[in-house]
């Protein structure tokens, strides 16, 4: 007898793709998902890639989700795959039983309810009962292809409505209440709706499958919202609107935002934000934040201008500290005074939007302004309140590295506040520079930035994998393509590369003095994600952003080139090259800020 399904969701949502493969590939990021060398065939280039609800190899065409991989790379069969990562995930492996059996049917059952539902409201909003909510999302800006996509709805103002629609497909009013669209009634009375004269917004679950619904009154009456109440299928806190849409945009390289509430998220998606998500009308919970975490490793929370949204940015930051990696971050955002993402969107344009998002702040950037707030700082009361609150924070991040990084940059805008500038001494930051530049023409600010490139790779070689396909094509001066080419014939997987393995490599082939000079200070330094001690984000990041400067749009002619000549040979070099390529577009837009 099968296994629940609701069981089996369970533990792929307690399983970590990229943790588990990782036990046995090597595995670096690459954009939002990870990739490696495929443990299922041979190869050098990397072309396995790790996605948040499974893996595929484009080399093999070997796929699947956590249990295919434990029965692929173990070689075991389905329900040993189950009971390893249950016994890992701390979850008992129900015994199969028709109780059981019996339960899932009426889960399954309950979804064919919901949807019925849904589609019943969606005919409604078109009948001359729901021309009133109708005209209210058209007023609202919203087009019908957004509205149908949405499948948003309207009720009934009918005692019963849904009933009587259902009613005619065998659903009883007993499965009704199961699914939350009907309530019990009371000393004997029946049941009677949970929703009623209200706009309907369905609620779906990753897999696009409904699994509740909100409700908008129109005009006067309270709640404004309200949410269908927790089921087998629905659990609020764990539960974000447009969830399904975001999942699609967020591999297609959409920026994952958050915001407050379904016209929000639903205005984003029809403006061109196809990873906007929303929690239910409260305030973000630690299982949305890791939901939000499962779609990208850097989204960004956007909060109103105002007093409210300057709260529940703080307590968003609290409650995100414990959970923060170096990989596994977030920025916040914050919306101009009396505007919410919608408004702001009908009345300005989506570049206004895009403007608040590119001026997110790091979440560990944004603490200290956050926390201030709290305490101020006016007195020595108050700025010794202030430090402890600093420390304290920083110490609630689990990782410890992390944490002591941010709780040194946290002191350090600390002490930065309280210098003062000695009398009669000028503001180095207002004084005239005293040394002299070298002049910077534009031939030799590209030259400076092709050698700002190589220098990323010579500290971070793992890089070179995501970046070879592209490496080749940038125009570089003589003695910086020589090492340029001896970079590229490194006959070492980049994946394990270190730098000074790197370096041995081109000492052989005798471009030490090449490599020395692009690692050099002078004419000019370089930037500090061509560090050592750069983090491996802040590396990619940067090279993205230099090569973003230079390439002047031959990338997408070398997309474009790459797909006519797949089209015409069809052979593995032709997949090869635009399947690099197109890895190469979406990390550019993804690090260096090209739109789509």
């Known amino acids: 007898m099968a296994l629940a399904a609701s069981f089996l969701e369970e533990l792929r949502a307690r399983t970590p793709m990229a943790a588990l493969v990782g ?8 954009g939002k998902q990870w990739k490696g060398c495929c443990p299922f065939h041979s190869e050098k280039t990397p072309s396995f890639y790790v996605y948040d609800d499974g893996y595929h ?8 989700d956590c249990f295919s991989f434990v029965m692929q790379s173990q070689g075991i069969g389905f329900m040993e795959a189950v009971e390893a990562l249950a016994g890992e995930a701390g979850m008992e492996v129900p015994k199969p039983s028709r109780a059981a059996a019996e339960a899932d049917r009426r889960r ?12 019943a409201c969606q005919r409604r909003l078109r009948l001359p009962e729901g021309a009133a909510a109708l005209c209210y999302l058209r007023d609202r800006g919203l087009s019908d292809a957004t509205i149908d996509n949405f499948g948003l709805g309207w009720c009934g103002e009918g005692r019963g409505a849904i009933a009587t629609d259902l009613a005619r497909e065998g659903v009883e009013p007993a499965m009704l209440i199961d699914a939350g669209l009907m309530k019990p009634g009371d000393e004997g009375r029946p049941p009677y709706d949970f929703f009623f004269a209200r706009l309907m917004f369905p609620i779906r679950d990753r897999r696009g499958r409904v699994i509740s619904f909100g409700g908008r009154v129109l005009g006067e009456g309270q709640p404004k919202y309200l949410n269908g109440p927790e089921t087998n299928l629905f659990v609020k806190g764990s539960t974000l609107y447009a969830l399904d849409a975001a999942l699609a945009g967020a591999r297609a390289g959409a920026q994952v935002v958050a915001v407050e509430g379904y016209m929000d ?11 906007a998500v929303a929690p239910l009308g409260t305030a973000l919970t630690e299982q949305q934040l890791s939901e939000i975490w499962r779609l990208s490793p850097m989204p960004v929370l956007c909060f109103d201008g105002d007093a409210a949204g300057a709260r529940a940015a703080a307590r968003a930051a609290e409650l995100a500290l414990p959970m923060l990696t170096p990989e596994r971050s977030l920025r916040l955002a914050s919306l101009p005074a009396g505007e919410d993402p919608d408004t702001l969107i009908r009345r300005h344009g989506a570049p206004a939007f895009q403007a608040v998002l590119e001026a997110a702040r790091p979440v560990t950037e944004a603490l200290f302004d956050l926390l201030r707030e709290r305490t101020g ?26 944490a002591n990084e941010v709780r040194s940059a946290l002191l350090d805008k600390f002490y930065e506040g309280r210098r003062k500038q000695r009398p009669g001494q000028p503001d180095p930051r ?6 002299q530049r070298t002049p910077l023409t534009e031939g030799r600010a590209a030259a400076e930035r092709g050698r700002n490139l190589l220098a990323i790779l010579l ?11 592209v490496l080749g094509a940038i125009e570089l001066p003589t003695h910086l393509d020589r090492l340029r080419q001896a970079i590229l014939q490194c006959p070492e997987a980049a994946e394990t590369l270190d730098s000074q393995t790197l370096m041995t490599h081109l000492s052989r082939m005798g471009v030490a003095a090449e490599a020395a000079q692009a690692l050099a200070s002078v004419p000019f330094p370089l930037p500090a994600c061509a560090a050592a001690e750069a983090r491996p984000d802040e590396a990619r990041a940067g090279w993205w952003h230099i090569y973003k400067l230079m390439q002047g749009g031959h990338l997408e002619r070398e997309v474009a080139e790459a797909v006519r000549e797949f089209q015409e040979r069809g052979d593995v070099t032709a997949q090869r090259r635009l399947t690099g390529l197109m890895k190469a577009r979406y990390a550019l837009r993804e690090y260096g800020g090209d739109e789509e």
């Open 23 to 30: 036990r046995r590939v090597r595995l670096a990021r690459s």
């Open 57 to 64: 190899c484009f080399g093999c065409g070997a796929h699947g």
């Open 108 to 119: 399954l059952s309950l979804l064919d309810v919901l949807d019925a539902a849904a589609k």
């Open 265 to 275: 998220a639903i205005t984003l998606h029809q403006a061109g934000f196809a990873g």
């Open 377 to 402: 700082s006016d007195t020595p009361e108050k700025r010794a309140a202030l430090r402890t609150l600093l420390e304290s924070t920083a110490r609630k991040i689990g990782d410890k590295f992390l």
């Open 430 to 435: 207002k004084s005239p520079a005293t040394f």
């Open 459 to 469: 500290r971070h070689p793992h890089l070179l994998h995501d970046v070879e396909e």
